[in-house]
């Protein structure tokens, strides 16, 4: 999960409804058409989501800035629970939260040195969105992991070669996987900024919607 920047003109259909058709359009242009909690391109599979519930906060249905697009995988486990997740108009929060990978042990780890009770809830669902809910992961799930680990791979692949001396042949394909349309860039951030060398050689490209 990334800082997102949502455009400063409202679309007219919100008038009108939440999901009007220009409304989908924009969210999906300011968000580089990826969902916004996991990071995977959308396609076709999308939603509109509102950040606080329309549940618990009915004012706020057709508000601009509460609107964001998720897949659908992510905007069912959301659902009303997770009302307090921080905001990514407001947050760096790739620079809040860690996103790593335990490979060996399958499954994702979510950190941070900030303990306040909205960064808390943000870890509480990301971990279930890549872990499952109990750390046993359901068909779906296991597929959603399968499909994020298969694509972090490359990237891993991409920045260990480099590591080993190949910094010529690998240096386009980072900068290509690091721009701001490509996948899971929360998880690119942690793997670039946790090597000194990859920082010092790929930091300007990390300023994604700053
Ligand atoms: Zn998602």
């Not at 800082?3 to 924009?26: F, H, M, W």
Request: glycine letters at 6%.
């Amino acid at each position: 999960m990334i800082r997102i920047k949502k455009s400063l003109e409202i679309p007219l259909g919100l008038d009108t409804k939440y999901n009007a058709e220009d409304v989908c359009k924009q969210i999906l242009e300011d968000q580089y058409e990826k969902c916004y909690l996991c990071e995977r391109y959308l396609g076709t599979d999308y939603q509109v989501d509102h950040l606080r519930s329309q549940a618990n906060y009915p004012l706020l249905v057709k508000e601009w800035s509460n609107l964001f697009i998720a897949c659908s995988y992510c905007n069912g486990k959301k659902g009303v629970s997770f009302d307090g997740i921080l905001n990514p108009c407001l947050h760096n929060i790739e620079e809040i939260i860690e996103h790593s990978v335990l490979f060996m042990e399958k499954k994702v780890v979510f950190n941070s040195s900030q303990l306040s009770k909205e960064v808390r809830q943000t870890i509480q669902l990301l971990t279930i969105l890549f872990n499952g809910k109990n750390g046993l992961r359901t068909c779906r799930e296991q597929r959603f992991y399968d499909e994020f680990i298969r694509k972090i791979n490359v990237f891993q692949y991409a920045v260990d070669e480099y590591m080993l001396g190949k910094k010529e042949e690998y240096r386009p394909m980072i900068e290509e996987l690091l721009d701001i349309h490509g996948e899971y860039l929360g998880f690119k951030h942690l793997i670039i900024c946790g090597n000194p060398v990859l920082k010092k050689d790929f930091e300007e490209f990390l300023g994604w919607n700053k």
